[in-house]
């Protein structure tokens, strides 16, 4: 794709503060890209704008943030949105019979209805431009499930089947959608998920008391490495596809354990391959 064709589209990103979000944000701006970087918190957005890229604050949790964050990035680029990459998103851990009401809501806010609300935000400016592309980041957690992240797994289930839904509903319009699956990437996300751990699960007086020690060891592990891990660059790579081919993926596998195991579980009897869920949490 050539350098002019690049420079006259404009992306929009979540979760720009670290990670992939962080990656992914540079790694377009370096391409050409009409980059904007959003973060939850101010003082993220000002680092971000010391590094070049133009940002402004989006919560998902804030139905406000995401209507005046919409406005301004059409304000700014005169109506005109290339991409949307939705990658905002934290993980709450914890067992399923330990999460109240208010943190599955919680859970939920940030990972499925605020992508949902500000994904149709921005369809109606893609449509009568005739071309878009959205492009939502999952999880291997949206194909398989692990034990202890059931609120993680539960967003990112229902953010796949709305976006396979909205795919076939925007069919023929000129705008694309795909999702991508990540495994492990190089990230903040465990640390991140640590203080939604301590809010709203009670380890001390919960049956899952042991399991919950081990995990807290591996969330608050500096410089632990989940085999496999692979920077985030290698999200980018696959962003990049979805924005630029003719055809882009329905879905992008990223790291060996996604398509290892989204092979088994086409491949096994689900007592199988509960066996192989429970041993690789």
Same mark, same amino acid.
């Given at each position: 794709?050539? &350098?002019?064709?690049? =420079? =006259?589209?404009?992306?929009? %990103?979540?979760?720009?503060?670290? @990670?992939?979000? /962080?990656? *992914?944000?540079? +790694?377009? &701006?370096? $391409?050409?890209?009409?980059?904007?970087?959003?973060? #939850?918190? =101010?003082?993220? *957005?000002?680092?971000?704008?010391?590094?070049?890229?133009?940002?402004?604050?989006?919560?998902? !949790? !804030?139905?406000?943030?995401? *209507?005046?964050?919409?406005?301004?990035?059409?304000?700014?680029?005169?109506? #005109?949105?290339?991409?949307?990459?939705?990658?905002?998103?934290? +993980?709450?851990?914890?067992?399923?019979?330990?999460?109240?009401?208010?943190?599955?809501?919680?859970?939920?806010?940030?990972?499925?209805?605020?992508?949902?609300?500000?994904?149709?935000?921005?369809?109606?400016?893609?449509?009568?431009? +005739?071309?878009?592309?959205?492009?939502?980041?999952?999880?291997?957690? +949206?194909? %398989?499930?692990?034990?202890? $992240?059931?609120? /993680?797994?539960?967003?990112?289930?229902?953010?796949? @089947?709305?976006? !396979?839904?909205?795919?076939?509903?925007?069919?023929?319009?000129?705008?694309?959608?795909?999702? %991508?699956?990540?495994?492990?990437?190089? =990230?903040?996300?465990?640390?991140?998920?640590?203080?939604?751990?301590?809010?709203?699960?009670?380890?001390?007086?919960?049956?899952?008391? &042991?399991?919950?020690?081990?995990?807290?060891?591996?969330?608050?592990?500096?410089?632990?490495? %989940?085999?496999?891990?692979?920077?985030?660059?290698?999200?980018?790579?696959?962003?990049?596809?979805?924005?630029?081919?003719? #055809?882009?993926?329905? $879905?992008?596998? *990223?790291?060996?354990?996604?398509?290892?195991?989204?092979?088994?579980?086409?491949?096994?009897?689900?007592?199988?391959?509960?066996?192989?869920? &429970?041993?690789?949490?």
């Amino acid at each position: 794709m050539s &350098k002019s064709l690049i =420079s =006259s589209r404009s992306v929009l %990103i979540t979760g720009c503060s670290s @990670g992939i979000g /962080y990656c *992914v944000a540079h +790694g377009l &701006k370096s $391409r050409g890209y009409s980059v904007f970087a959003t973060a #939850r918190k =101010s003082e993220d *957005v000002a680092r971000l704008q010391q590094e070049g890229l133009e940002s402004l604050v989006l919560d998902l !949790d !804030d139905s406000q943030s995401i *209507v005046e964050a919409v406005q301004t990035v059409l304000e700014r680029t005169e109506g #005109r949105l290339y991409g949307l990459f939705n990658n905002g998103a934290y +993980g709450q851990p914890g067992a399923i019979e330990d999460l109240s009401r208010e943190a599955l809501r919680q859970q939920f806010e940030t990972n499925f209805f605020g992508t949902h609300e500000l994904t149709c935000q921005v369809i109606p400016a893609m449509r009568q431009q +005739g071309e878009g592309r959205i492009i939502q980041n999952s999880s291997v957690l +949206g194909i %398989i499930v692990l034990a202890y $992240r059931g609120a /993680y797994n539960a967003s990112k289930f229902a953010l796949e @089947g709305l976006t !396979d839904t909205l795919r076939l509903e925007l069919a023929g319009t000129g705008i694309f959608v795909s999702l %991508i699956e990540p495994g492990p990437i190089e =990230s903040r996300f465990r640390a991140n998920g640590y203080p939604m751990f301590k809010k709203y699960i009670d380890a001390e007086h919960s049956v899952h008391q &042991k399991a919950y020690a081990k995990m807290e060891e591996r969330l608050l592990a500096e410089g632990a490495v %989940i085999p496999f891990t692979l920077p985030p660059e290698a999200v980018l790579k696959r962003v990049i596809h979805a924005l630029e081919s003719k #055809r882009p993926q329905p $879905r992008y596998y *990223v790291t060996k354990p996604t398509y290892l195991l989204a092979t088994l579980k086409r491949l096994l009897p689900h007592r199988a391959m509960d066996w192989v869920l &429970k041993h690789s949490s």
